[in-house]
Structures are given as structure tokens and as C-alpha cells.
């Protein structure tokens, strides 16, 4: 064996094969050819062979977004529960710190969906009550969590504020076998594992990141964009995924800058900015630091991804924020009745206009009450139902799920007018 090196492929015996693997040259042997042969079948890689040529043709073992999402354990023939004067519903949000906000739009949402389940009787008579535990930190909601389940004795976890804590969640609701409703996480991860008790109802980070990167590409004729980001979790994750997208697309980034939440000093970054020449600023954070760089970034044409399509970033922002482009997980301005209602009755209950983190939050309750009103209080059955819902009439748009447990949603492309949220002219999918 002469060399060994990263390439396209592996020369075996005088037999070229190309792929993204390594290459090896000179002779390896019969031997060397069958443990070839047996990392392809590991790796799940079909091969085709032309004259002396072998070009790997890489095929996934399972699409899991096509198939049925099914759950094929025990749990179908447990007797339902007597004597049950409420049935809980368990919801993990923070209680302050700087997520608080979201958090109260998320209580706001799923206490509103609650109160619609117990408007329509229920479950034949016993009421819906929403149980509520503390969010405050990643690894202390595992603790809140596990109370929701042995204390609380909860049917289905919604939440939580993004996707860090929703993980936590996760992990424990795969061991005890309970549906959890991930209102408020683009995370696709959480959903791209085959755990067949997690469901995601937002656009994944992928899909928010191609949206915005082929408005700007194919709407736009910037030479240089930049991107300042969060170092928060879920700000983090978009902004990736959006620096992968545009190098695909053939646009790589000029800056990829990044501050921390809570920062209200960008000296060095705006400094940066302007030495780079751009014209175009993505904007990935929360309403209070985007509004702080919005205001900074007056004179550069501003984009945005989700966390500042809500009016705590636009009373902030005031007219800073006109003009801005944001890609937003929902258009709540869309003319429906089903949402204009939801509105109406929002508005009724709390005095204020719901926004995208209540929305969700309301459609993933109202899901769960829904699948327990129709299948009864059994775990898996109540799993059964939500995996299987298509049509869904959300206030967020329609909703079903694929074989993986996320939803099938594409974000929106919204522009700020005269203080509102408002639909782009065109908007990519």
C-alpha cells in the first residue's frame, strides 16, 4: 500500500472507486476489497459500476420524514383511570430572566386553549386543568419535568422555550413514555432522531435559514451581507444553518459576528461592519438586542429571523425598524377565521394582541386536548392520535406531522410598515 489520503474515492487492485471517502493506491487484497464492501453495507452506500469505475450512489437506510410516525410498544391496553376529577395538562416555561416574556405569551397561549377544551364539557364531563412548572434553567427543568410526571401525574407536556430545554424534556419523556408537544423550539434535531413521544410544531432552523438566504438571493444584489448573531442556543443554531445556506447558494458571508445576550455594547462589531463595505445586515437575537442593533444599523438595509417578529421588538425599535425584512415562523396578519377568533378571544382574556410564541403555544395545547377528547386518557393512544393528524385548523395554519414528529410548515417573509408586521411581496418556500 503506497498512500493513503482525503479525496474521491478508493483505487482497490487497479479498480477506481469515487466518493467522498479517502483514497487508497496500490494493492490491497482480498482482504482489504471485503472490508471495503463492508463499510459500504454499514454506511448504507449503494455503488455502480462503469467500465473500471465504481461511483458511490448514496441512498439513506430510511426516509423517516415519509413514513408513518408509529410507536410499536406496550402501553395501548392499560384500562383508563377512574375516579379523575381533572385532567392535566403540563406546561414548563421560565419565570423570569430573559425569556420571561415569551414565557408569559406561552402560559397566555395554552391557558386560553385549555379554556376552549373545558367551554365544549371536556372530556365527557371532567374538566382540563393546565399544571405549570418553572423553566428557569436548562438542567433544572428536568427536575420541573419529572415532577409534571410522578407529582402532577400529567397525560402530555407542552413547551418549552426553546430547543436547550426542550431536549432536557425530552429525555425524560422518552423513559416514561408521555407525548411532548414542542411548542416553542425550530430545533430540528429534537425530531430528526425517531423518539415516536416528540412532536415539533415551528419551522426548523434549516428551513427559516433557505428561506431567508434565497429571498436574498434571488430578490437581492448585495455584494457582501454579514450576520450578527446571538451566542443564545436557538439564535445560534439559525445563524449556522444560515451561514451553510448562503455558501451553498454561492454567497458566502463576508462577517459572521456573534455577541452575548444581554450585551448593549456592539462597538466592536458595528465597528467591523462598516470596515467590511456590506449593504446587508442579518440581524439573529431577541427583541431587545435586536432593537438596540437595529437602531445602530440604521444606515444598512436590515434582514431578520425569528425572535424579533413580535411588537416588543417593534415598540422598541419605534421607526428604526421600518423597512426591516424578517422571516417569521407564522403570519398572524393572514385573513382566517379560525385565527381571527383566537385573536378576538386573546384579546378578550388578556387585553393584548397574541403573538407567535401564544399562537403555537394555543395550537399545541388545543392539539392535545383534542386527541384526548377523541381517544380517551391512554398514553399511547393519545401518541396515536397526534401522530396521525393531518388538516389540523391551527391558528398558525394548517397542521400535520411527517414520520419524524415535525410539522410540516414553511416560515413567512414579513416586512415592517408603518409599525406593523406586514407580508412580503413574495415570499420563498
Known sequence: MNAVRSGAGIQVSGLRIQGSGFRVHGFVGAAGLALVCLICTLTGTAW?????????ETEPYADLQSKPFEYHGLGREKPEPEKIE?????LFAPSRGPRAAEALSLRRGAELAILGANAQNGLNGIPFELIIRTDDSPWGSAREVVKLVYDDHVWAVAGAIGGESTHVAQQIITKVHLPLIGTTTTDASLTQINIPWMFRLMPDDETIAQTLATHLIQEKDYDTIVTIASTAYDHRLRADAFKRNMARLGEPLALSLRFNPGDTDFSKQLALIQRSG??????WGGPDEGAALATAL???????GPGLDNTGFLRRAGPNAEGLTIVSLCDLGRNDPILAKFKLDFSAAFGIQPDVVAAFAYDGVRLVTEAIRQTGLNRARIRDVLSQTVNFDGVTGEIRFDGSGARTLQPVLLIVHKGKLRPAARAFP
Not at 48 to 56: E, H, K, L, M, P
Open 298 to 304: 440604521a444606515a444598512f438595509d436590515i434582514f431578520a
Open 48 to 56: 455502480a459500476q462503469t467500465g473500471d469505475t465504481i461511483v458511490r
Open 278 to 283: 456590506t449593504d446587508a445586515v442579518v440581524i
Open 86 to 90: 381533572t385532567i392535566r395538562i403540563g
